[in-house]
């Protein structure tokens, strides 16, 4: 029995095991490398794009405490009055602490406060003779009043003829 010697229906039926052996080998190296690939890929595009809306959950979170911390803001300002004068402020804040004999006050007109701070109320208080206890005491009771009041310089040395310190310090707040 030879190669010729088949009929049509067992050809067709080697012809059909070929391709079928043929599709198997195809499908067992081919086709699951692909899908492998492609898996791997997907997995990794999901790796990257939770990492990313990780990224954008915590950016959504720090913007809700900055809009947070700006209505916070806003609030004391509101709180404050349109009233409210630097100026003034300060100079009772000296008078509470009982600084007045030691103070002098006045308005910021140098022009390094000037440049940086152009349209915002600066004052200008230089202490002398006062220990630290009632320098940080003095600028507790500003910070705590929550008027939004800053320090914008605060330069400090011992006092030359006097006992204690020399404190320069200029405030600055938001104009209304």
Aim: net charge positive; proline share 3%.
């Amino acid at each position: 029995m030879g190669a010729n010697d088949l009929d049509k229906r067992e050809k067709g039926t080697v012809i059909f095991a070929a391709l079928f052996l043929v599709l198997a080998l195809f499908m067992a190296f081919y086709v699951p490398n692909s899908w492998g690939k492609r898996y791997k890929a997907a997995k990794a595009q999901l790796a990257q794009k939770e990492q990313e809306l990780q990224l954008a959950r915590l950016d959504k979170i720090t913007e809700e405490e900055r809009v947070h911390s700006q209505q916070l803001l806003l609030e004391q300002l509101e709180a404050r009055g349109s009233t409210f004068s630097l100026f003034p402020f300060v100079n009772s804040m000296v008078s509470e602490a009982g600084l007045s004999e030691r103070a002098k006050l006045g308005n910021a007109t140098s022009a390094r406060n000037r440049r940086k701070w152009p349209k915002h109320p600066m004052v200008e208080l230089e202490l002398t003779g006062v220990s630290l206890e009632e320098v940080v005491d003095l600028l507790y009771k500003i910070r705590s009043s929550k008027n939004l009041v800053s320090i914008y310089t605060l330069e400090m040395e011992p006092a030359v003829r006097d006992k204690g310190l020399r404190c320069e310090i200029t405030f600055v707040s938001v104009k209304v």
